[in-house]
């Protein structure tokens, strides 16, 4: 069992920056790869950015070149920087943690508002 807890939202200006943080707890030794996705109100969840567990990353064509995915394997955490924020990259932002057996685990998302 995976516990995973998002945290760093909030509202921002447009070309601001946030630092999201996922933090998995439990059994974090069986951890693959942890990702972030994104919901905004109306559309479906869409994918962010993944790392694994070797530290291959994966972005969506709409954040490459701004947001940047990292982990710390030794703290269970992965990190989302994002810079140059625009209005549309409002939204929920949920991590996900996909263990060694393919077990996923969610949490609950953190809201990014960017407005001026």
């Known amino acids: 069992q995976v516990q995973v807890a998002e945290s760093g939202g909030g509202l921002v200006q447009p070309g601001g920056s946030l630092r999201l943080s996922c933090a998995a707890s439990g059994s974090v030794f069986v951890i693959n790869t942890m990702g972030w996705y994104r919901q905004a109100p109306g559309k479906q969840r869409e994918l962010v950015a993944t790392?694994?567990?070797?530290?291959?990353?994966n972005y969506a064509d709409s954040v490459k070149g701004r947001f940047t995915i990292s982990r710390d394997n030794a703290k269970s955490t992965a990190y989302l920087q994002m810079n140059s924020l625009k209005p549309e990259d409002t939204a929920v932002y949920y991590c996900?943690?996909?263990?060694?057996?393919?077990?996923?685990?969610w949490g609950q998302g953190t809201r990014v508002t960017v407005s001026s």
């Open positions: 790392i694994t567990s070797g530290g291959r990353t």
């Open positions: 996900e943690v996909v263990l060694t057996n393919s077990y996923t685990y």
